[in-house]
């Protein structure tokens, strides 16, 4: 479980605080819904899960490790996080390439950074793009992408920021069900930062409101 310890934060440069002696716990195999209004601090909390921006009190413990003891390197092979705009993540020059470079990062043997890379790629449907440019996919093979190559790392939880942004009904359905996917034939515990009350209400097992 990802448990948020009393936390308080307050951004320097505009002495805003957005959080003070806040606690939650996210669980593994549920999908929670974080939703508010603009400013509540919805990003703020994801950023301060993956070890973006760090607490200046309290706490944030990931199946018993304190993240503030993690680099951001160790924190990412727990806690996968995909951007609300997946082109703000892809850099490679191939799809597979985006799967493959953080195993690479890794140091694994190449016989299993392929069966890796190609198991994920299959995953989600992606095969079919391996030696594609990722800039030529659409927004939701993008998104499709940036998860794939998220999950390959090994993270136990997904932190999506606004994941239905720029998807049609069907395609937020098919991201719906792959996240159900995920959570029940994976284990992941899935975190939703959104504004849509439809999507969260179909799919969340458990909704958050982060009050100002």
Do not use: W
Request: proline content about 3%; overall charge neutral; charged content about 20%.
């Amino acid at each position: 479980m990802i448990e948020v310890n009393n936390v308080a934060f307050t951004y320097p440069h505009t002495k805003k605080q957005i959080f003070s002696n806040y606690s939650i716990v996210f669980e593994r195999n549920e999908i929670t819904a974080v939703t508010g209004n603009n400013g509540a601090g919805k990003t703020t909390l994801s950023k301060l899960l993956v070890g973006i921006l760090r607490p200046d009190a309290g706490s944030i413990v990931i199946d018993g490790a304190d993240i503030g003891r993690m680099d951001l390197c160790a924190i990412g092979k727990k806690v996968g996080y995909v951007f609300q705009n997946p082109d703000r993540q892809l850099f490679n020059d191939t799809v597979y390439n985006e799967v493959a470079f953080g195993l690479y990062i890794m140091k694994l043997p190449n016989d299993e950074i392929e069966q890796k890379a190609s198991h994920y790629l299959s995953l989600f449907g992606l095969t079919q793009y391996r030696d594609a440019f990722p800039g030529k996919l659409s927004h939701g093979e993008k998104q499709r992408l940036a998860l794939a190559a998220v999950l390959a790392l090994g993270a136990d939880y997904l932190v999506l920021d606004e994941p239905t942004t720029g998807l049609d009904i069907r395609r937020q359905r098919e991201l719906g069900n792959l996240l159900e996917n995920l959570r029940s034939g994976h284990g992941c515990g899935i975190i939703l930062i959104t504004h849509s009350n439809e999507f969260s209400s179909c799919y969340a097992s458990k909704r958050v409101v982060i009050a100002q």
